[in-house]
């Protein structure tokens, strides 16, 4: 994934090191006690500002957000960014003790400065010589993308914080995001734009009714608000940027033709991207001999296409060089393939190349590795930060386990492949990807697609065990688990992300979710590096004491391992919507043999509940010594709205009390 594609500038951007944060610490505190110049009177008319309604325990809140962009003949934009906050917990200073600013070639930092207004003694000012400059991307070979850091000193409970910033900017793309709403609350936040005389402007709103503008000059416009409530974090509900509110505002010259109006549409955005893209994936006479170097021994076009998608996800590395337009433009695929490496971009292209050398066509998908920050009602190409492909498939090659296919109106079944990602085989793509949007770009533009959910039934977990109670209450398990789909692309994740010593404190880790007192005797792991075939995970441990004695009773939970309850706590009402990670089928298949001598005195009943978003089956039975509990467990779809959330609690409560649920033997006499 590109850090830099179609992103737009951040005021708090993400992924700085601990390391730098405590070297820029160190230079803003040196710098600070050399003194103040006057605190401008827009902070301190901010700082006087009452306390908006404050949610449990905030960290800050955030008095004054400010940005005013001006539009220049030529293209060029100035843009002041202005931002009081008071901090309120300790916590606070981490997330808004600090300013971070990104530039590039196209975006000039023209000026920064930070203040401290204690609750006692002087004020402190900082400035960019105080700032430490860093690069922004640590999974980026070169990128021109840097970053000044700034600490504000003294960010402490009850002191108010505050910066300024102006920047220069030559955007490829005349379109801007007003980010209003944050995980804290905010007193005042405003948004000014002032075009050239003859331009334009149109606005979109997400999540928030529309709020007219204020004439503030000519061609000048402002939008405010005051006590925008916080984006409060709750377990379980889709990233905060998709539930915070947001404005989306393009601008254009009215006098020029509407080409002019690049991001008017998503047939614009994708007619912009297909413009940058036209000869990038032109293969070599090295890709043509790799490609039949590959495609040797395949006897099919799916065979063929299976062994360019494998070269891709495991011999192409994941590196990013991003140089101005290259943010946002792929390297051409006889780049990509001369060096092994790439981003997602980069990777598509040199994919399309290779599939085009065996008659098969492609499509670039534009995407967004988060589930619902593209909405097709929002035309913009801030939504982005990620590419796929669409793999047009012959009329030759059957569905099969080909299970994310978009079918096309004209281009027939198309095929979604995410080639960054090293885990998801082909015909699978990631889960956040799934129920998601993705710009389908080609030649002659292109369009807003939805991408598929893949049927539970193709991310499987089925987990089957033999165990053995003692009559002292110790378990000794043997249990098998067989993972396709997700489930298996998440634990392969885990097992190849640390070495084959410490696999086995993978699956410790796991049990010890579950289990006390236990210890692993031994554990197999099959098909690990097959990515196309079911992982299998064998494995063996012991627990002492884990059924519960009370004189002749022995207490028995029948639900060894795995919990399908949510995370978030089910007496406590929400306010946003829950979001699953995929549609999945799971089973479990235990058989206890229980010790001489036990008869069962209460086994509990079966459940079979459903909703609208899931289903759940449990049954315990005992068959002579042997206790035998099966359960399934199904969730079709990914997104629960609120209003459907009482519907999901009474089901996951069923669940709860079913897991939580013992069987008691009695010794007989």
Request: hydrophobic share 35%.
């Amino acid at each position: 994934m590109t850090a830099k594609l179609f992103s737009s500038p951040r005021k708090w951007p993400r992924g700085i090191s601990p390391l730098t944060l405590g070297a820029l610490i160190l230079i803003a505190f040196a710098a600070a006690r050399l003194g103040a110049d006057s605190v401008p009177d827009w902070v301190s008319a901010a700082a006087r500002e009452s306390m908006p309604p404050l949610p449990k325990d905030p960290v800050a809140v955030i008095l004054l957000d400010e940005q005013i962009t001006t539009v220049r003949d030529s293209g060029e934009i100035d843009s002041l960014y202005r931002r009081v906050c008071k901090i309120l917990r300790p916590e606070g200073r981490d997330q808004y003790g600090h300013v971070i600013v990104e530039f590039d070639k196209d975006t000039k930092l023209s000026s920064l400065k930070a203040w401290t207004l204690p609750v006692n003694g002087k004020d402190y000012e900082v400035k960019e010589k105080d700032a430490l400059e860093t690069s922004m991307f640590s999974d980026s070979l070169y990128s021109d993308m840097k970053a000044k850091l700034l600490e504000i000193p003294a960010a402490t409970p009850g002191n108010v914080v505050a910066y300024e910033y102006s920047q220069k900017r030559r955007p490829y793309i005349l379109d801007e995001v007003w980010d209003f709403q944050e995980t804290i609350p905010i007193r005042r936040t405003r948004f000014t734009l002032q075009l050239p005389p003859g331009w334009e402007m149109k606005t979109q709103w997400a999540n928030h009714p529309e709020v007219q503008e204020k004439k503030t000059g000519e061609n000048s416009y402002t939008w405010e608000m005051e006590n925008v409530p916080a984006v409060e974090i709750e377990p379980e509900m889709p990233p905060w940027r998709v539930i915070a509110g947001r404005m989306g505002v393009k601008y254009f010259p009215t006098a020029t033709s509407p080409a002019a109006k690049t991001s008017g549409s998503w047939k614009d955005i994708a007619l912009w991207y297909a413009g940058l893209t036209t000869t990038s994936r032109e293969a070599t006479p090295e890709i043509k001999q790799k490609v039949a170097e590959l495609t040797a021994n395949a006897s099919t076009t799916l065979d063929k296409i299976k062994a360019i998608t494998n070269f891709m996800q495991r011999q192409i590395r994941y590196v990013a060089i991003e140089i101005g337009i290259g943010g946002f433009q792929p390297h051409p695929a006889s780049t990509v393939f001369q060096y092994k490496y790439g981003d997602c971009k980069d990777k598509v292209t040199l994919l399309s190349s290779m599939l085009h050398e065996i008659g098969v066509e492609s499509y670039y998908v534009v995407a967004q590795v988060d589930r619902g920050i593209i909405r097709p009602d929002f035309p913009s190409p801030g939504s982005f930060n990620h590419m796929i492909l669409a793999i047009r498939l012959p009329d030759s090659v059957e569905n099969g386990n080909l299970y994310a296919i978009v079918k096309h109106p004209t281009l027939g079944r198309l095929l979604i492949f995410d080639p960054t990602d090293e885990y998801t085989p082909l015909g699978y793509i990631p889960d956040s990807e799934q129920e998601n949007y993705g710009l389908l770009v080609t030649p002659d533009g292109g369009e807003l697609i939805a991408l598929p959910l893949l049927p539970p039934i193709t991310n499987r977990l089925m987990r089957s065990g033999k165990l053995s109670l003692t009559s002292n209450g110790d378990l000794i398990g043997d249990v098998n688990e067989v993972l396709w789909g997700g489930p298996a692309v998440l634990r392969r994740a885990q097992l190849l992300g640390v070495t084959p010593a410490n696999r086995s404190k993978v699956i410790e880790s796991f049990l010890g979710s579950h289990l006390n007192n236990f210890h692993l005797t031994s554990a197999t792991v099959g098909n690990l590096e097959q990515y196309d075939q079911s992982l299998i995970v064998h494995y063996k441990f012991v627990v002492d004491s884990y059924a519960k004695t009370a004189g002749n009773l022995l207490l028995v939970r029948p639900r060894i391992l795995g919990s399908k309850g949510p995370e978030w706590d089910l007496s406590i009402d929400r306010k946003y919507p829950v979001e699953f990670n995929e549609a999945t089928v799971q089973t479990d298949d235990y058989e206890i043999s229980l010790p001489q001598g036990y008869v069962a005195d209460d086994i509990p009943t079966p459940v079979d509940v459903k909703s609208d978003y899931g289903s759940y089956r449990s049954k315990i039975e005992l068959t002579g010594l042997t206790l035998h509990y099966q359960r399934l467990y199904e969730i079709n779809k990914v997104f629960v709205p609120t209003e459907k959330l009482p519907n999901v609690r009474v089901f996951f409560k069923e669940i709860a009390t079913d897991e939580r649920a013992s069987a008691v033997l009695r010794k007989s006499p």
